[in-house]
């Protein structure tokens, strides 16, 4: 009896083995030649949330890649906001996450939204790693210093001391209407953001 | 019963390593080769069925595309190369279309590879792209072809008999439409059926 459990486990544990084995894919453009790293797979959330839907969003002010400051609450009254945290320059999923937004630059023209991306890294690394990219039409904020600051108030600075893949969308009131806080390993479907700047309607 | 026990590791490791490059090639297709498992939607849409020259079913492999050759791009919506070369990518199509001895004989597909149907959706309409385009949301093309960075251009010859090979590959450097459609010519040995011909 004992044996046929055993040789059960053994059969299982190995059918297992070779589907968990598969490692998680990622599409990535020959835009970055061989210059993304790679990250392996990471614990796909490893923060609280410090904020929810209906909260006033926490205003900030971060410095962009083009040179000048940029608050929140300059938004106010005037356009939707969603924030788009992304881990890390020149890793793999965030090296693709932004660029799609670009194509769908008049999708978020359409609701009348702007995008800010924010990541930890500081000025230099966002102007190299854009620049990669081919530019963005977006605002590009650095939240280097104090580290992680503005990612910190929200709840989405990992324990490492980079950001969670996370989106918030904000409206016009300066309220919070949608937050995902995707794992840090996948890309958020674009329809999905995309369903709730709809709803802002 | 050690026996029976040493059997079975032996069968369920056999079994790992053969079903791990089932599920993802370690490569991506290469020239000379045959083309991966591809199974891609028919087009509800009936001019893209139409152009594929495709009657009806649910899914379809891609030498059954009435053609001699098939150009297919693996691309993302989310890959900035993909975005710079889409409209001249377009013209390769144009090019193709616009010559009454080609159009019957080559035909051009693209697959958004990590791409959900919407995303191919938005791709297709922000850059007027004619040509059919497919989704791979879940990667699992993206795995068959060994992960590979895109844009991956792959030229498939089909012959007569229904069987078919990769003729040529690359790998982003998309040089425009008419060297592009040069390299199609001399891979797919249309060229030299076309000289023979005259």
């Known amino acids: 009896m004992k044996d046929k459990r055993l040789a059960q486990f053994i059969l299982i544990s190995g059918l297992l083995s070779a589907v968990v084995s598969v490692p998680l894919a990622r599409a990535v453009s020959d835009a970055y030649k061989g210059n993304l790293y790679q990250m392996g797979t990471l614990k796909p959330i490893d923060s609280v949330l410090r904020v929810k839907v209906g909260d006033r969003a926490p ?21 939707n906001a969603v924030l788009s945290f992304v881990p890390a320059a020149w890793t793999p999923v965030c090296s693709d996450q932004w660029p799609g937004y670009n194509v769908a630059k008049d999708i978020f023209n359409q609701y009348d939204t702007i995008l800010l991306g924010i990541t930890v890294d500081n000025i230099p690394t966002l102007f190299a790693w854009t620049n990669q990219m081919g530019q963005v039409w977006f605002p590009v904020l650095s939240d280097f210093w104090p580290h992680g600051a503005v990612a910190k108030r929200y709840g989405v ?45 | 019963m050690k026996i029976i026990l040493t059997a079975l590791v032996l069968i369920t490791f056999s079994i790992s390593i053969q079903v791990l490059p089932a599920l993802a090639a370690n490569k991506p297709p290469e020239k000379g080769e045959a083309l991966p498992v591809i199974n891609l939607p028919v087009p509800k849409n009936a001019e893209e069925r139409n152009y594929l020259g495709l009657s009806g079913g649910d899914l379809f492999k891609i030498p059954q595309i009435k053609a001699r050759a098939v150009i297919v ?22 090019l193709i279309e616009s010559n009454p001895l080609l159009k019957n004989k080559i035909k051009l597909i ?17 850059y007027d792209i004619p040509f059919p385009l497919f989704p ?63």
């Open chain 2, 73 to 94: 791009e693996l691309f993302s919506m989310y890959c900035p190369f993909c975005q710079k070369d889409a409209a001249r990518v377009n013209e390769l199509y144009r």
């Open chain 2, 136 to 198: 791979d949301k879940d990667f699992v093309i993206h795995k068959v072809c060994g992960e590979v960075r895109t844009p991956y251009y792959m030229v498939v010859k089909i012959n007569e008999d229904g069987t078919h090979q990769i003729v040529h590959t690359q790998l982003g450097n998309y040089p425009g439409a008419d060297p592009f459609l040069g390299v199609v010519l001399e891979a797919s040995g249309l060229n030299r059926e076309e000289k023979e011909r005259l």
């Open chain 1, 157 to 201: 600075l990992r324990s490492n001391g980079v950001s969670e893949r996370a989106l918030f969308v904000i409206d016009k009131k300066g309220i919070l209407r949608y937050i995902d806080v995707h794992d840090i390993n996948k890309r958020p479907a674009l329809e999905d953001l995309m369903g709730a700047l709809e709803k802002l309607k």
């Open chain 2, 110 to 126: 693209g697959i958004g590879l990590g791409n959900s149907p919407y995303e191919v959706e938005v791709f297709k309409k922000t």
């Open chain 1, 59 to 79: 205003d900030f002010t971060l410095p962009s890649v083009s040179g000048e400051k940029v608050s929140l609450s300059q938004f106010l009254g005037k356009k």
